[in-house]
């Protein structure tokens, strides 16, 4: 896959570095954006959204350049905004390239590093009103994990309805793309032999851990069962409940609990572009079409996009329900993210350039 994604990137030239400019308004309409690794898997992804656009001029390094410290301050301090898709140390390094009295770029920061810093602003401005604000306010946006963006798109809304108890202790399962290890892994499964399918993360203590209990509303991180399978792209993140034991007492009353919870997440994302409550349950989903063969979750049927559709099925007679989330990995999951966040941080509408 890495190898179609470079052949259709735009060639990689040496261009002068422009001046500064203001964040985009009515009488400002072109923002300068260097994406920091950009030859990796989210960069060449961020690149491919953002070439097209008449309203966003690219900064870009030769290829020699791309590693050189000063090059890269340059390019950081005369953009307005700064794209990282690095390894968290490189992320930690760029960050402190941005010189002390510049107090206008916007970064954001595709990797681990910032995610649970309080100084930053967690890119998912669909978990509240007040995030999405936040985002609009803010020089310094960390982009969320996928694995996370699924968990959380599910709790947050839960627990903040009152649904799920904030001490519940959760289990949660996902299958990724590979294309969600990088370099690494796609060179695996684009080699002659690999698994058709693994499970990992036997030390509990996925990075991805810390953000899905901060921004959850859950008071300890769930435990998580990761996969990769044998597809570039795709996800479904699974979160099973409990009525007993992880719901609200009082919300676990009475008759019809399943609806309750379907309700109370197509509420939260009732006026959402990118995020989508499904119908309720199995039956509705095989007379809509949604299920592959009348009885598979895809989880690739997102690519490409930038959205991310919830599901949720119950059955009341055993009190048990699962809520899940399916997304693109490198789409919400990441370069569509960071799109998305950089029209917000930009003042644009955050659903420029993406599907």
Same mark, same amino acid.
């Given at each position: 896959m890495l190898s179609l994604l470079l052949a259709s990137s735009p060639s990689f030239t040496a261009r002068p570095l422009p001046p500064p400019r203001a964040r985009c308004t009515p009488d400002v309409l072109m923002a300068a954006?260097?994406?920091?690794?950009?030859?990796?898997?989210?960069?060449?992804?961020v690149r491919g959204r953002l070439s097209t656009r008449d309203d966003i001029d690219l900064i870009t390094l030769p290829e020699e350049s791309r590693k050189d410290p000063a090059a890269r301050a340059e390019a950081i301090n005369k953009a307005d905004a700064v794209i990282l898709c690095l390894p968290d140390a490189a992320a930690i390094e760029?960050?402190?390239?941005?010189?002390?009295?510049?107090?206008?770029?916007?970064?954001?920061?595709?990797s681990t590093a910032h995610r649970t810093n309080a100084e930053w602003a967690y890119g998912f401005p669909e978990l509240s009103g007040a995030q999405r604000s936040k985002i609009a306010a803010s020089k310094r946006i960390a982009n969320p994990g996928c694995y996370a963006t699924g968990f959380i798109s599910l709790l947050g809304p839960l627990v903040g309805a009152g649904a799920v108890r904030r001490e519940?202790?959760?289990?949660?399962?996902?299958?990724? #793309?590979? %294309?969600?290890?990088?370099?690494? !892994?796609?060179?695996?499964?684009e080699g002659a032999e690999h698994e058709p399918w693994g499970?990992? #993360?036997? %030390?509990?203590?996925?990075?991805? !851990?810390?953000?899905?209990?901060?921004f959850s509303g859950l008071d300890r991180p769930p435990i998580f069962m990761p996969a990769v399978g044998d597809?570039?792209?795709?996800?479904?993140?699974s979160v099973p409940l409990h009525y007993d034991s992880d719901l609200e007492p009082a919300f676990a009353e009475g008759e019809g609990v399943g609806e309750r919870l379907h309700a109370a997440l197509a509420a939260h994302y009732a006026d959402e572009h990118f995020v989508s409550v499904m119908s309720l349950g199995e039956e509705a989903w095989k007379e809509e079409g949604l299920l592959e063969r009348g009885a598979f979750?895809?989880?690739?049927?997102?690519?490409?996009?930038?959205?991310?559709?919830?599901?949720?099925?119950?059955?009341d007679a055993a009190r048990t329900c699962v809520v899940a989330a399916r997304l693109d990995n490198l789409g919400k999951g990441a370069s569509g993210a960071a799109v998305q966040n950089l029209n917000i941080a930009l003042g644009l509408d955050e659903r420029t350039s993406l599907e």
């Open positions: 954006v260097f994406i920091d690794g950009e030859a990796g898997t989210t960069g060449l992804q760029a960050a402190a390239l941005v010189a002390a009295d510049n107090d206008r770029t916007v970064l954001i920061d595709a519940a202790r959760l289990v949660t399962s996902a299958v990724s #793309g590979y %294309s969600g290890g990088g370099n690494p !892994l796609i060179a695996v499964y499970a990992y #993360g036997f %030390s509990l203590s996925h990075k991805h !851990l810390p953000e899905m209990a901060a597809f570039a792209q795709g996800m479904v993140v979750l895809r989880p690739d049927a997102l690519n490409d996009s930038n959205h991310l559709q919830i599901f949720v099925y119950c059955n």
